[in-house]
């Protein structure tokens, strides 16, 4: 490489994260993912050094109901997505905890 050039970062994917998405895809699940958040996922937030999921189980619902801190973005994400399949399986209808789409390319 020539001096003072700038090497480009290499980004290699989180070894975590992909086991994470095996596991959902094995249980057929689907970590739902939302543009323009911090994490990339819908209703993972940072909570100090851990991630936090939550949720709003019905529309114009006032407090959103925590499902708990994890130790990455994905866990999280795998929180919700669990009981939006749950949820969805006892009214018969649609596993989507916050009734839209995954959110990938919006």
């Given at each position: 490489?020539?001096?003072?050039?700038?090497?480009?970062?290499?980004?290699?994917?989180?070894?975590?994260?992909?086991?994470?998405?095996?596991?959902?895809?094995?249980?057929?699940?689907?970590?739902?993912?939302?543009?323009?958040?911090?994490?990339?996922?819908?209703?993972?937030?940072?909570?100090?050094?851990?991630?936090?999921?939550?949720?709003?189980?019905?529309?114009?619902?006032?407090?959103?109901?925590?499902?708990?801190?994890f130790?990455?973005?994905?866990?999280?994400?795998?929180?919700?997505?669990?009981?939006?399949?749950?949820?969805g399986?006892a009214?018969?209808?649609?596993?989507?905890?916050?009734?839209?789409?995954?959110?990938?390319?919006?």
């Amino acid at each position: 490489m020539p001096p003072g050039s700038v090497e480009e970062e290499q980004v290699t994917p989180n070894a975590h994260g992909n086991a994470v998405e095996a596991v959902a895809a094995a249980e057929g699940l689907t970590l739902c993912r939302e543009a323009g958040t911090q994490f990339g996922y819908y209703g993972v937030s940072s909570a100090g050094a851990r991630f936090k999921a939550q949720v709003r189980q019905q529309k114009g619902q006032k407090a959103p109901v925590s499902l708990g801190r994890f130790d990455s973005p994905e866990e999280a994400a795998l929180a919700i997505a669990t009981l939006s399949a749950l949820s969805g399986a006892a009214r018969g209808g649609s596993s989507r905890a916050h009734g839209s789409s995954s959110g990938e390319g919006e």
